[in-house]
C-alpha cells in the first residue's frame, strides 16, 4: 500500500536565502524561478514606470517600485510585480524597509511567455484577496492593456485598452498615458 508523500512548502525564510543569482517568487509554498523578461517587456516597464513615478513624486501621492521588489503577502505567498505603488495612506507597509508588507494600492504585470498564466490565473486571485484595489495586465504581443479594479472579493477587468488609447485610473487622478507612447518604447 503505498504512502502519502508529505508536502514541502517553502517558507520566506527559505526565500530569503535561496541563490541570490536567480529571480524567483513564492506562490503558495512552492519556489518558482522565472527568467529574466525580454527586451521588449523591460523597456515598456521602464517606459511605463517613470511616467508612473514622475507624476507619483510630483503630485506626493505615494511610491512606486519596479521589480525585483518583494511584495509579502504571507509567509507563503511572495510575489515581485513588474511595478507596483503603495500610497501615502498605505505607507505603513513599507515600514519594514525591506519590502512591501501587504497589498499594493497598484500592482502592474507585464506579460511574458513564460508568466502569463500565472499572471492571470493564481496571481490575480492572490491580488484580489489580500485586497490590491487596481491590476494592470500589460501584454506587449497584442499591445493591450486590461484594468481591473476590486469588486468585492474579485479583481474585475473593466475596461480594456489598445495602442492608441489612453489609460487613466482613479487611484491617480489627473494621470493619463497614451498607449501608443508605451507600445513604440
Known amino acids: 500500500m503505498p504512502t502519502a508523500q508529505p508536502v514541502f512548502k517553502f517558507t ?19 519556489l518558482v524561478m522565472a527568467p529574466a523578461p525580454s527586451l521588449r517587456h523591460q523597456a515598456i516597464q521602464v517606459w511605463l514606470g517613470e511616467r508612473l513615478a514622475r ?29 507596483l ?31 502569463a498564466e500565472r499572471d492571470w490565473g493564481y496571481k490575480r486571485a492572490l491580488y484580489a484577496k489580500h485586497g490590491v484595489a487596481e491590476y494592470w495586465v500589460v501584454d506587449p504581443s497584442t499591445e493591450t492593456v486590461w484594468i481591473h479594479r476590486l469588486q468585492g472579493r474579485a479583481l474585475v477587468v473593466v475596461q480594456t485598452l489598445h495602442r ?16 501608443e507612447d508605451i507600445f513604440a518604447s
Request: hydrophobic content about 40%; proline content about 8%; some cysteine.
Open 85 to 115: 505603488f503603495v500610497s501615502r495612506d498605505r505607507a505603513q507597509l513599507l515600514a519594514g524597509g525591506e519590502n512591501v508588507q501587504g497589498a499594493p494600492d497598484l500592482v502592474v504585470e507585464i506579460l511574458s511567455p513564460a508568466t
Open 164 to 179: 492608441g488609447q489612453t489609460l487613466r485610473s482613479p487611484l491617480l487622478p489627473g494621470f493619463a498615458l497614451a498607449l
Open 55 to 83: 507624476f507619483v513624486r510630483e503630485n506626493e501621492l505615494g511610491q512606486i517600485f519596479f521589480a525585483p521588489c518583494d511584495v509579502v503577502f504571507s509567509d507563503t505567498d511572495v510575489v515581485q510585480p513588474d511595478l
Open 12 to 30: 520566506y525564510e527559505d526565500y530569503r536565502t535561496a541563490p541570490p543569482d536567480r529571480r524567483y517568487e513564492l506562490v503558495d509554498g512552492d
